[in-house]
């Protein structure tokens, strides 16, 4: 028998990542200026900014002027559901989501109802596998502005099908919003999706770091 532990929370946070480890300690030592203005400790701070930028980016097969970087997961993807909601409003009102997504999404989905805008939730099976047939009428229904599907269940580890989701969503022209947190740095990102988000502790970066 082992005398090692073995950590199994990696759903919640994971050990960083020596590059990142890195990345953080030139951040904290030469990165501590304003990136936006133009003398040279700020222009260090934009190296830096950038330098991240780029290579998270690419880890995530964007380009670097499409992507964010936000105070929080939670902070993300309450911009991404609102945001997305906000920008299809001329379409229609209508939020698809899973009946197993994250409490942020989920939170952001009540504000969207406190507004008088519609959530519609998809239920999943016993294993938490998304209903896909289910799916597929709930994003045909006439006035949805935005759907979005986790990649995986950060309670009950089930993976989702969003690669078959998100054609569903294609077919009739709905963008969808993936909550990638679970999944982003431990296996091949799915194709489809409009937006997504993920979590920088649960995949080799510092906490709190967004």
Known sequence: MSASPVYLDAATAAPMHPVARQALLAALEDGWADPGKLYTQARRARQLL?????????????????????????????????????????????????????????????????????????????????????????????????????????????????????AACADVGVPLYVDAAQSVGRVPLPAGWSVLTASAHKWGGPPGAG
């Open 50 to 166: 950038d330098a991240a930028r780029e290579a998270t980016a690419s880890t995530l097969g964007v380009r670097a002027d499409e992507l964010s970087f936000t105070p929080s997961g939670t902070t993300a993807a309450h911009g991404a559901v609102l945001g997305g909601l906000a920008g299809r409003r001329r379409v229609g009102s209508t939020l698809v989501h899973s009946a197993i997504e994250h409490s942020a999404v989920l939170h952001a989905a009540e504000r969207h109802v406190d507004a008088g805008g519609i959530a519609t939730a998809v239920p999943v099976d016993r294993l938490g596998r998304l209903d896909l047939t289910a799916w597929s009428t709930a994003v045909r229904a006439p006035g949805v502005a935005l759907a979005t599907l986790i990649t995986a269940s950060h309670e009950v580890g089930t993976v989702q099908p969003v690669a078959e989701a998100a």
